[in-house]
């Protein structure tokens, strides 16, 4: 009996233990089993198919698999920037743009002629764009640089002659400059404008001390290199009102160099220009043996309508004597800033605001008071060689001799305001 108990627990046991030894076994193969069924994620693979993958793992793995090769792939694949209408316009002014000889009259429009008053003419290097964009746009304005010869548009008048801004004076120089074209015949080395002009202040007819005067402008301009050209301003007046003389005026010559592209719409056009004492004013009273100038004039055209210039003149005259006959001192040094917008309204209208400031110095180192001038003009294009343009000039002085520096500038004077007009012709 009582080894019949000890077998029966023993068998009992073994057979608990095969339970268990099987039921054991069977758990680690549902595990294993479990585990093949399930996929092993790759962490820099993900399935494009997938959509609730996380948008961050995508860019990540992208970046993970992303090669140089591919990147200079796409780099190569990119399509250049399309060019503005600027862009193509410094291009055809630079020399490093220019492959062809052909003569700039032949493709010369309105629009490159007006371009040509900030832009010292290159007979080789003219816009071709402007030509067709005007074609196509009939109906818009055309696209122009500016109706300024910013270069020469500081031939206003030399405030050195008194302390007083003679606006009478300024006026016909100034607008003169304006509108210097340098249109010409074919192949033409030698080209520029003649402009006629008068006018005039507010002043009645009455007053003995109106001032009106009729102007003659001659602007002849030689191209001497395809970078370089040669060019000079002859001025002459008739007096119109009592007590005027006629005069011959101070003679401009001078060398501008073909602008340089500096940025994106951006441009630079210097020049050099001396001023010969022709005027018998410069002469006798000054006593002025020269006087010598650089303009590192700055283009900068945001669209096809509008051109911003800026030109820092820097001037240092040369005379006989510290002061003048009529006992005025004499400037050695002077600094005119010139700032201005052309905005093109139509292909025939333009509108042109200019802002100018000087300061001049004596020879015994002090400053004379400085003084500004504002220019409003208007100008219409008649036909491809004649244009006019009228408008008012008003200028002052910045320092009050009773209360001292005053910094009020103004557009329009019943004093000293003076409005002109003028034609002018290429040739």
């Known amino acids: 009996m009582r080894i019949t108990l000890?077998?029966?627990?023993l068998l009992l046991g073994s057979t608990v233990a095969a339970v268990w030894m099987k039921s054991k076994n069977s758990n680690e193969d549902i595990a294993a089993k479990s585990a093949k069924q399930v996929p092993v994620q790759n962490p820099t693979v993900k399935d494009s198919t997938n959509h609730s993958t996380?948008?961050?793992?995508?860019?990540?793995?992208?970046?993970?698999?992303?090669?140089?090769?591919?990147?200079?792939?796409?780099?190569?694949?990119?399509?250049?920037?399309?060019?503005?209408?600027?862009?193509?316009?410094?291009?055809?002014?630079?020399?490093?743009?220019?492959?062809?000889?052909?003569?700039?009259?032949?493709?010369?429009?309105?629009t490159s002629e007006k371009k040509q008053e900030i832009m010292p003419d290159d007979s080789k290097a003219t816009v071709v764009a402007?030509?067709?964009?005007?074609?196509?746009?009939?109906?818009?304005?055309?696209?122009?640089?500016s109706d300024e010869e910013v270069v020469a548009a500081g031939d206003e008048v030399d405030k050195e002659i008194s302390d007083e801004v003679s606006t009478s004076d300024a006026a016909p120089q100034l607008t003169g400059n304006l509108a210097n074209l340098t249109g010409g015949g074919k192949g033409k080395k030698l080209t520029g404008n003649v402009e006629f002009g008068a006018s005039t202040d507010l002043k009645p007819f009455t007053d003995q001390t109106k001032a009106s005067l009729s102007?003659?402008?001659?602007?002849?301009?030689?191209?001497?290199?395809?970078?370089?050209?040669?060019?000079?301003?002859?001025?002459?007046?008739?007096?119109?009102?009592?007590?005027?003389?006629?005069?011959?005026?101070?003679?401009?010559?001078?060398?501008?160099?073909?602008?340089?592209?500096?940025?994106?719409?951006?441009?630079?056009?210097?020049?050099?220009?001396?001023?010969?004492?022709?005027?018998?004013?410069?002469?006798?009273?000054?006593?002025?043996?020269a006087g010598i100038e650089f303009n590192p004039t700055l283009i900068y055209q945001p669209n096809s309508l509008t051109t911003v210039f800026y030109t820092p003149r820097m001037r240092v005259n040369l005379h006989e004597y510290t002061t003048t006959e009529t006992d005025r001192v004499n400037t050695q040094y002077q600094f005119t800033q010139l700032l201005g917008v052309s905005y093109s309204l139509s292909n025939k209208w333009t509108v042109t605001p200019i802002l100018l400031f000087t300061d001049r110095w004596s020879y015994e180192g002090t400053q004379i008071d400085p003084t500004y001038l504002t220019i409003l003009e208007m100008r219409y294009q008649l036909d491809r060689k004649k244009y006019i343009s009228f408008g008012t000039l008003t200028g002052g002085s910045l320092y009050d001799a009773q209360v001292g520096p005053d910094q009020n500038i103004e557009i329009f004077d019943e004093n000293s305001t003076s409005i002109y007009a003028n034609i002018g012709i290429l040739f």
């Open 6 to 9: 000890i077998g029966f627990v």
């Open 54 to 110: 996380d948008k961050n793992s995508i860019s990540e793995v992208s970046k993970i698999e992303e090669t140089p090769e591919k990147k200079e792939l796409k780099t190569s694949n990119k399509k250049a920037p399309k060019k503005s209408a600027i862009d193509n316009v410094a291009a055809a002014i630079l020399p490093s743009a220019q492959a062809s000889d052909e003569p700039v009259e032949k493709t010369q429009s309105k």
């Open 130 to 145: 402007p030509k067709k964009l005007e074609k196509k746009n009939t109906d818009k304005p055309s696209e122009k640089a």
């Open 215 to 289: 102007s003659l402008f001659i602007r002849p301009r030689y191209q001497l290199t395809r970078n370089y050209a040669l060019q000079g301003t002859l001025w002459f007046d008739k007096g119109l009102t009592g007590g005027q003389e006629n005069l011959v005026r101070d003679t401009r010559v001078g060398i501008a160099k073909t602008p340089t592209k500096l940025l994106k719409g951006l441009l630079l056009a210097p020049n050099i220009t001396a001023t010969l004492p022709t005027s018998e004013f410069s002469r006798r009273n000054q006593r002025l043996n």
